[in-house]
């Protein structure tokens, strides 16, 4: 199925990359990968950033920016990259701090079209 | 003032930048430098933003993912670096969609220990 092979494939591609999830505004995901050996909870993960990206692209259209099409966030111990894919699916990839921001934001970009088609 | 200085140096380094604001959380500007030319009400989006980190970071450390560094935003219309300066500090620079990404990430980082030095 097309979301499991962007889901692996975003991850085994970025250096640093652990984890990829396809998800629904709701919470409700399309499709996860874990690299082997991580041990994150990536679903409540998913459901808090689904969270934020909505609340975030509420204060972005109230003050006139548009829609939000990307969302990164960097912390002491992930980089967590969010791409918008639809004003209801986003695509979320986690890496750690010192993983590839731009090949990530590159390959979470060119995923989006992929998505959308099967969506 | 140093303040002053790297919020304009900030702005005409990086292409496409066009409006820089070092700010508290409590939404109080310690400096903000804009463009000439550009309009827009960079307080209120000061104010909106520095909200949402403080959410953020709440959200980020609540999953156990420490404390918040960094969080990019891109819109339609624009793209909006926030640089975690100190729990009460940060700052802010909003560039055109297309705008030198990484060289705006680049000097919000190397500006948190200058404007450190003098809070």
Chains 1, 2 share one sequence.
Request: net charge negative; glycine share 8%; no cysteine.
């Amino acid at each position: 199925m097309i979301f499991e092979e962007i889901a692996k494939d975003t991850v085994e591609r970025v250096y640093g990359a652990i984890a990829s999830i396809i998800m629904g505004r709701d919470g409700i995901a399309l499709s996860q990968y874990l690299k082997e050996g991580v041990d994150i909870d990536l679903e409540t993960i998913g459901i808090e950033y689904a969270n934020l990206l909505s609340e975030i692209s509420k204060v972005t259209e109230s003050i006139g920016s548009g829609v939000t099409q990307e969302v990164n966030i960097l912390t002491d111990n992930y980089l967590i990259l969010l791409r918008s894919i639809s004003p209801e699916y986003f695509i979320a990839l986690v890496l750690s701090p010192d993983g590839n921001f731009g090949k990530g934001r590159y390959l979470l970009r060119v995923s989006v079209p992929k998505i959308k088609a099967e969506l």
